[in-house]
């Protein structure tokens, strides 16, 4: 597991969590510059998706680290932690266990789904599949980055680097982070007193997802976007700049 820290060493604590079958680097890097610019930044890569060479255990191990990690080298209190899809979970536990204080936690479009064993195994079976083969023949792959660039308006650059991978990370780690992910729950109406839980709230997703917010945690900062999941990540600039203007809101600093 690694940490890298970069950019405003004088501004606000910003921990960048990515998402499913994601290090840092592609998740967030169409956005990282801009956030450089204003943030003290620590961009997370977990166990299983890092250089490591090791294998993701589960999402309770990996948020024990994080936790340390903030302990060790913040004191056990940082001013932002931003969870890009399955990163949410990640700031979810972070406030819901109390171990470290994050002031603003803010969950980029997760959609915060849980289940019991049987159906994340069912689930973890299913798409575990489906993420690791987009690269297992060359029809698969021109067929998947269609899709991406048809449904997120991703330009072929970008929709080459979320393929790409889908195939550096090894099966395990995947079918690890999706399995507990689903596992890994949280409490109805998590009220940390000193934090706000703020949603990147992508209504082409449905309203579903938004509903889970409303009962996970009480009194969220909810900013709704006409756009898909994580679509302001994807590189087109009509929907980084309004997210990125919500994120200095959230963390209370002018840009």
């Known amino acids: 597991m690694t940490f890298e820290e970069m950019g405003n060493m004088q501004g606000k604590t910003l921990m960048l969590l990515p998402g499913t079958c994601c ?16 943030y003290c930044l620590i961009c997370v890569n977990y166990d299983g998706f890092d250089s490591t060479g090791s294998i993701f255990p589960d999402v309770i191990t990996v948020t024990e680290k994080i936790e340390k990690y903030i302990k060790d080298n913040y ?3 940082l001013d932002g932690a931003l969870g890009s899809s399955l990163g949410g979970t990640f700031v979810g536990q972070l406030i819901q266990r109390e171990n470290v204080h994050v002031d603003h936690g803010i969950f980029g479009s997760s959609d915060l789904d849980q289940s ?23 029809k698969k792959k021109q067929k998947t980055k269609k899709m991406m660039m048809d449904a997120f308006e991703m330009s072929e650059e970008v929709a080459d680097s979320f393929i790409a991978a889908f195939s550096k990370f090894d099966v395990k780690s995947i079918k690890n982070e999706y399995y507990t992910d689903l596992l890994t729950h949280l409490k109805d109406g998590i009220d940390v007193k000193g934090t706000t839980a703020h949603f990147i709230y992508a209504n082409k997703m449905g309203e579903k997802y938004k509903k889970r917010y409303l009962k ?9 976007f006409d756009m898909q999941h994580e679509q302001w990540l994807f590189g087109e600039k009509k929907f980084a700049v309004p997210v990125l203007k919500a994120i200095d809101e959230f963390m209370e600093i002018d840009r």
């Not at 064993?117 to 023949?137: D, E, W, Y």
């Open 216 to 224: 996970y945690f009480k009194n969220p900062d909810i900013r709704e």
């Open 75 to 77: 004191g056990g209190r």
């Open 116 to 138: 019991g064993i049987v159906s994340a195994k069912l689930q973890s079976m299913l798409v575990t599949p489906l993420l690791t083969g987009v690269t297992k023949s060359e």
């Open 23 to 38: 290090d840092w680097q592609s998740n967030f890097g169409s956005v990282v510059d801009d956030l450089a610019q204003k």
